[in-house]
């Protein structure tokens, strides 16, 4: 997730208590990191803290359940994520859950949840509880909780622990203040106890203080804090009033609510409490009895600690806490020599610096937020996929090979005009390239749009293809989606219309990688001076055959015999004077064979139009041929050419594989790029279709055999070098896909 990225955290209030206590620690943490974090709340003791640190805070009503509340609510917080323009959302409340739940559906943001306990839903509201996209569960109870009571996959869970800090609750805070405003004493044997009083969390505070007059006759000088407040407070308070009076002096001290936990843990030989605050106690070298309304744990050390892992140290499914197994612990506690004591204090210490700190809670924060936004910042590829054409099918198989290894599992989404095949093939999802709705709906869940590669910016064979390759860029831009050209070719772009809407969307663009230098002149020309513009290569130039032995198979297959030198023959058709073009390919694969005994191969690199050219030319020799009449993948078609001895190549694509095979090629040029790519691999041997002739492509057939060795060398001397410059354009794909921004 790049820096700087703006992060809602989201909660019902920020009074005491272990949830808020850890929005307020992440919310820090993150800060810390760099990134932007607001929070939302109905406010409360920790907001002078949050604003301590930098952290904006809005008050927004979400303790409350009352329609009008919650509509006052939900209005607020679309403009809060509107205005601060939010990347992603992270509720830790039920309330504010819901509400966040109903705007997700209409502003799709991503969107993460908390669960910090397990409770119970009456009357199907557990039908419209809202648990994000991704889910945050505090121990693996809670997970399971998730799982079978709200069906949530367990994918889409992540476990992470209440994160502690270290440094705030340490061995050395001072507590000067605290001994000072509650009469505390270095003498005194001070037992603290840090909780909600509410109902449902003041069972074991009840337990202690019932205890206390028998602790009382075997531990000199019994000091017991209880800190914390709530709905039970009162009873308590009237319980601890009634002890002290029968023992003539104050044993137990109420606190109330307070902040300052690490200054009220530091005095204390001994701990009583569950979860956050029992860690707590715990960093501060504390030795701690976990004990709570969900159950009793006990002394905690290292034959505890499964337990407490399994239940977030809140005791759920353990023994039921009682009184007598508080008093029996704690006077067993007190009866350790002083080594086994400050033992059971180091080992806790080590323990929460170990697998509880803020930073680790952060860090899978982090890990969901990326999961979540991932899931939304797809990668959108747009280009001439799912015509069966195998040279974009390089295109695509490479674009989508190279992306993945600069980033794991990219969540990958295809234009096509055969999405359930381009699925099928790539493993990725895909929509048709014309349905426009769903276009729109994913750009914007996408974090960029690759346009590419191949030639997409021209108009030669049709505007209207420029006009879509177009316009599909500029919904991108519409949505502040980033765009990329992916290794394109430009041109030919013969018209003024096209030049000009080309030159327009084109300098908007965040990043353009062109495949050879013929390209790059090209948008000079037309006045694009995106300054993010680099020649690279054309990706399939990345891509590995199959093993010859499978190209091998498959010419066996087709006919071919076997021990014959052979020549690849890729042409479609062009131009209205096809028979002449035809008779001169026919005459020159006859000549091959008869001069240098090359046997001819066609090889169709788009089966629908390219099969009845290459018949048609194979009736027209004299000597035998065979056809590639049947569709192959990228891996096959390029160990079929890898077999060949020589390749004439009008098909771009087909020239590309027989340089990544290091087999000598001679192009065909229909199109500016067949000789833009033949100048920019070093390869000379080329004829202008529109004025080529038997005797022309005779003589650059000659001069390729004459100097058949050296072209094999180069091939092989630049192979390594293009293969890089291909990979680069995924490494800077994906580093604009993260980052925002390339440096090149």
């Known amino acids: 997730m790049k820096e700087g990225a703006n992060i809602l955290l989201s909660l019902q209030q920020l009074t005491i208590g272990g949830a808020?206590?850890?929005?307020?620690?992440?919310?820090k943490e993150l800060k810390r990191r760099g990134y932007n974090v607001i929070v939302t709340s109905s406010g409360g003791v920790y907001e002078k803290e949050l604003a301590a640190s930098g952290i904006k805070h809005y008050n927004v009503p979400l303790q409350s359940k009352n329609p009008v509340q919650v509509m006052r609510a939900m209005r607020i917080l679309k403009k809060v994520i509107r205005d601060e323009k939010i990347d992603i959302v992270h509720s830790h409340a039920r309330i504010s859950s819901f509400i966040l739940g109903r705007i997700h559906k209409r502003m799709n943001f991503p969107y993460v949840t908390t669960a910090h306990w397990v409770f119970t839903t009456k009357y199907g509201l557990k039908y419209i509880t809202d648990w994000g996209e991704k889910c945050v569960a505090v121990s693996e109870d809670i997970k399971t909780y998730l799982m079978d009571n709200y069906k949530i996959p367990a994918r889409d869970i992540r476990v992470t622990i209440n994160g502690i800090d270290t440094e705030r609750f340490s061995p050395d805070t001072d507590c000067s203040d605290i001994c000072n405003e509650f009469n505390i004493s270095p003498e005194d044997n001070v037992i603290t106890y840090v909780s909600r009083m509410d109902e449902s969390r003041s069972l074991a505070?009840?337990?202690l203080i019932e205890i206390v007059p028998e602790l009382d006759k075997k531990i000199e000088r019994l000091k017991v804090l209880i800190v914390g407040s709530g709905d039970d407070f009162e009873n308590v308070r009237a319980k601890t009033a009634a002890i002290n009076s029968q023992l003539g002096r104050e044993v137990i001290v109420l606190t109330g609510g307070r902040t300052d936990i690490n200054k009220?843990?530091?005095?204390?030989?001994?701990?009583?409490?569950?979860?956050?605050?029992?860690l707590e106690a715990m960093a501060a070298q504390k030795p701690v009895i976990i004990a709570g309304n969900e159950g009793y744990i006990g002394l905690f050390d290292q034959s505890k600690l499964q337990v407490g892992i399994d239940t977030n140290f809140c005791c759920r499914g353990c023994e039921e806490s009682s009184p007598e197994l508080l008093k029996n612990d704690i006077l067993r506690f007190w009866d350790m020599p002083d080594e086994e004591k400050k033992a059971l204090g180091i080992y806790g210490q080590e323990l929460i610096k170990k697998d509880y700190s803020v930073s680790r809670m952060?860090?899978?924060?982090?890990?969901v937020y990326e999961w979540a936004m991932a899931k939304h910042d797809e990668i959108l590829i747009s280009g001439y996929y799912g015509f069966k054409n195998s040279g974009d099918d390089a295109l695509l198989t490479a674009i989508i090979d190279d992306i993945s290894k600069y980033k794991e599992s990219p969540n990958i989404v295809v234009l096509s005009k055969n999405p359930q095949e381009t699925q099928r093939l790539y493993r990725v999802k895909s929509i048709n390239r014309i349905n426009i709705p769903a276009i729109i709906k994913h750009m914007r869940k996408a974090g960029l749009l690759i346009s590419g590669g191949g030639t997409l910016m021209q108009d030669g064979t049709s505007t209207k293809s420029l006009w879509y390759y177009l316009e599909v860029i500029k919904l991108a831009l519409r949505n502040n989606v980033k765009v990329m050209l992916y290794s394109n070719g430009i041109g030919p772009l013969n018209h003024a219309g096209s030049i000009e809407q080309t030159r327009e969307v084109l300098n908007k663009v965040d990043l353009i990688t062109l495949r050879d230098d013929a390209s790059a002149q090209i948008l000079k020309d037309i006045g694009v001076n995106c300054p993010k513009a680099v020649v690279t290569a054309d990706p399939a130039l990345g891509l590995e055959p199959?093993?010859?032995?499978?190209?091998?198979?498959?010419?066996?297959?087709?006919?071919v015999p076997k021990g014959k030198r052979l020549i690849g023959v890729s042409v479609r058709r062009w131009?209205?004077?096809?028979r002449d073009f035809e008779k001169i390919i026919a005459k020159v694969c006859d000549y091959a064979y008869t001069k240098y005994g090359l046997y001819t191969v066609f090889i169709p690199m788009q089966i629908e139009r390219d099969l009845v050219i290459s018949q048609s030319i194979a009736r027209r020799m004299t000597s035998s041929s065979s056809?590639?009449?049947?569709?192959?993948?990228?891996?096959?078609?390029?160990?079929?050419?890898?077999?060949?001895?020589?390749?004439?190549?009008?098909?771009?694509?087909?020239?590309?594989?027989a340089a990544v095979a290091s087999v000598p090629l001679i192009g065909l040029v229909y199109d500016p790029k067949i000789s833009s790519f033949m100048n920019y691999t070093r390869q000379r041997l080329y004829v202008g279709v529109a004025d080529m002739t038997e005797d022309k492509l005779i003589e650059t057939l000659d001069k390729c055999m004459k100097d058949y060795d050296s072209i094999a060398g180069e091939l092989r001397n630049n192979y390594g070098h293009l293969k890089d410059k291909a990979l680069l354009n995924a490494k800077l794909a994906v580093e604009l896909y993260e980052k925002g921004s390339v440096d090149i």
């Not at 808020?20 to 919310?27: F, S, Y």
């Not at 843990?265 to 409490?273: I, M, R, T, Y």
């Not at 952060?362 to 890990?367: A, G, Q, S």
């Open 575 to 578: 131009g209205d004077n096809c």
């Open 264 to 278: 009220l843990v530091a005095p204390c030989k001994l701990f009583v409490g569950v979860s956050r605050s029992a």
């Open 20 to 27: 808020e206590t850890h929005v307020v620690e992440l919310a």
């Open 546 to 559: 199959a093993p010859k032995e499978v190209g091998r198979s498959i010419l066996s297959s087709i006919g």
């Open 205 to 207: 505070a009840k337990h």
């Open 627 to 657: 056809i590639l009449n049947r569709r192959c993948s990228v891996a096959e078609v390029m160990s079929v050419v890898s077999c060949m001895d020589v390749c004439i190549g009008m098909r771009l694509h087909s020239l590309i594989y």
């Open 362 to 367: 952060t860090d899978d924060c982090i890990k």
